[in-house]
């Protein structure tokens, strides 16, 4: 540190700005200049909070919806929504047009006005879903309800549950997906694994009255099929087995290697599921199961045999021997 | 897409608009209209940041405590965070006033005055116990020192741990919820949960000098019952085993149906315990334990005999075999 | 609460107002009074987004970088990035200071600029080495691209990735580590924690190409060393299996005791590695395995034997028995 003459502190932050933004032009789609196309993260969910108002008008409390006024508000958020929204899927398309043409620059005159005007036919598509998505989510909240003893009421789900929150999101960003919106659906669910400890792939095919109860650790893959009436607990994983690789030794995407749920199938906490298997309906998967084989028959219940434990008793108040800890202790 | 000519688009707001507000006009207890009642998660939320605040001046460096000055910046602060928690318990026990009611509308004019008085009387008898908490939370800030190896100072815990967080909020929350206080208790605990991924219901009942390491995945039930110098680690779930119905099938709520764990006990990562057990004093649980009966020795020590493991060695450098991955992949 | 006279609620806010502030007056170092020390937690994250904005510019959204303009826009942010982190810097060595020489006060008239000075010269020596830490980071997210079949870019990676925000934020708060300031690191990887549930205790070593799938619940301990191109998934700890104490019975703080792995060594989902072990290079640990040994032999590939599962039928649409579920319900 001695070596920081006052002479060099003063050419520092040239210094460190040349070497930065030399770094910065060589980069190859992975500096983000200009301010052209790339969604804007705060954005995209200041919006995606916008349209979780709109399902569920007062819940965050920051929009003061009154039955005098209802469709003056509903409708005057909405119109927000549309031009916000528009603006960021505006921008993924552009990026798209950018990346798929192997361009430096973003779209220029002549393809900015296209990737616009689909950018609003997008938004516009999007939104006349948000009833039925908004009755998908009552249908949700009504199985949270049903599944989980220590709830007392809907608005309670509403306002806190990380469950609910995490499947809202990802019905919403679960439409962009489908509509093959690059960028935007991936932010939204990343955001909702950040709020909630729920990681579901934008890609995941979820059906009716689903409930997932506490959380943190559920990991749901992109190629994930669930049918309806699901319900799992924390920590519950339905991941891939195996990635295949193309000759060249490059991982092979978008293959379909995550599981099918079928309808009214529970799994416990810590389950893990890997690869294109089937669970039939009505199938009960018991908690830290290990699964990697399709449950063909309706109605299974597939219980681990508990791992053999040892109990000993310790002498009143020894101290701890590290010996005593082994393969127990963190 | 290309069915949205620009008639369509130009109705479309006021179409979307009324098929929202008729959906949210027949919502049974889903929607919440006029402002009225419901607490605003986000000022909820604010008052609690500020609780924390009082309880350790100066750590989130948002508010400047000086000695000089110390008497008057703390009154000040406490005295915004009564009106604003008595405001926020107002909404709540309107609320529930609306609820138990069936009504479909706020309190009125006989009602209102009455949650507002009991609102307040309620902050006044919970802020009444700051002091208490803080001692509380200076023994949980004790407990983290001595358990932690990689801590270095009682400021690194407060300013820094997710544990400590965890638990100084549900210390708060759970007055909350003794005092029957709706909703309140439940977006404070939601909020840890997603600060910190530890998912403590407010019921919880929690003794004195209590540890959590790391945390994430943390799951502890709403009726579990935890003795003195309790220590738990990452990913360890205090949960029920069954959930009793109704003769309708409906679940049986408030029940009590998670673990007791008495003094001294410590429960090492991914551990899970089931059901209205009981752990005797000064036992340990080890690290990924399945635990559904209780263990009435006290001092025992419960391992589980780890998994047969097979280890092979690949050729070199051989491409990676999908097969050879069976069971291992994610 | 009918406790509560008119009387006594004038009288409360003093009455708790003293009773907290001669708790705090009291406490050993834990009130934080005088502002004087002790980094600002907000000011801190604040700073640290802003040096990912100039790892990866224009990603957040929030600056606009343009081409044009690229050298000011970057230069001015760096150096608005000096001011801020050597202002926190600065807090964090007087608050050495002061706690290492147990003076209850701030740094006085002859040590504040010392610090102060100090603060400089370390913020620019770090900030000297974030053109390092952008290509390292390149590696990495070259590795994500590499190792997860669902990424379609790198923009995907820097935008939304909770692995890349992970280890971006490790990679700096490292650095700091190195430099022992103390409570800044650990503030910068628990607001990483908070966001990803990913905690990597910032005195981790971690190799080049390095690649966190999922995250939630992964847990690297303080004395991890970890070897290029190495990947890991959710759940996985590198923990230590004991904590030596001294004669007093106290935590020896520091020792080494968290995992070694060498290059290119793959953990799956939910593994568990404990102890100052060493996995050696190019082994493949499966998911769940719990390890407390070193493997030696390269090339290794570790599984468990999954525990017995027991599959049974249950008659159709049957209530479920609560029995049923032992062992298998939260």
């Known amino acids: ?7 060099n502190e003063a ?3 040239p210094e460190i700005t040349a070497k930065l933004c030399a770094s910065y032009r060589q980069g190859e789609a992975v500096s983000y200049l200009d301010d052209q196309d790339l969604p804007q993260r705060e ?36 119109s927000r929504v549309r031009h916000a929204l528009a603006r960021q899927l505006g921008r993924a398309l552009c990026y798209n047009c950018r990346v798929e043409q192997h361009r430096e620059e973003s779209c220029g005159a002549d393809d900015m006005p296209k990737c616009r005007a689909r950018a609003e036919e997008m938004a516009d598509a999007f939104l006349r879903k948000l009833p039925a998505i908004r009755e998908m989510l009552l249908l949700d909240c009504q199985a949270a309800l049903d599944g989980d003893p220590a709830t007392r009421s809907k608005d309670e789900i509403i306002l806190a549950y990380p469950g609910f929150k995490a499947i809202a999101i ?4 679960h439409e962009l997906y489908t509509a093959k919106v690059p960028l935007v659906p991936r932010i939204m669910s990343e955001y909702a694994h950040t709020m909630t400890g729920i990681d579901i792939n934008p890609g995941a095919t979820i059906g009716r009255s689903f409930f997932i109860d506490h959380g943190t650790g559920v990991v749901i893959g992109e190629t994930a099929v669930l049918g309806d009436n699901v319900k799992l ?8 087995l195996s990635f295949p690789k193309d000759g060249c030794g490059h991982l092979i995407k978008g293959t379909k290697r995550h599981p099918n749920l079928e309808d009214n199938v529970t799994v416990y906490a810590g389950a893990t599921i890997l ?19 399709s449950i063909p028959e309706p109605y299974s219940r597939v ?27 963190i």
């Not at 690869?275 to 699964?291: E, K, P, Q, R, Y």
């Open 1 to 7: 540190m001695k070596k920081n003459h006052p002479v």
């Open 11 to 13: 050419a520092m932050i």
């Open 43 to 78: 954005l995209v969910i200041e919006v995606l909070e916008q349209m979780l108002e709109l399902l569920f008008p007062g819940y965050s409390g920051c929009v003061g919806f009154r039955r005098d006024s209802l469709d003056f508000t509903t409708g005057e958020l909405l």
């Open 170 to 173: 990802h019905r919403l960003a």
């Open 233 to 240: 607990y924390q920590g519950v994983t339905l991941g891939a």
């Open 275 to 293: 690869g294109d298997v089937t669970i039939a309906h009505h199938s009960v998967i018991g908690g830290n199961v290990w699964l990697t084989d």
């Open 303 to 329: 219980v681990f045999t508990p791992a053999e434990m040892s109990i000993r008793i310790r002498k009143n108040n020894l101290p701890y021997d590290p010996l005593l800890f082994a393969g127990a202790n």
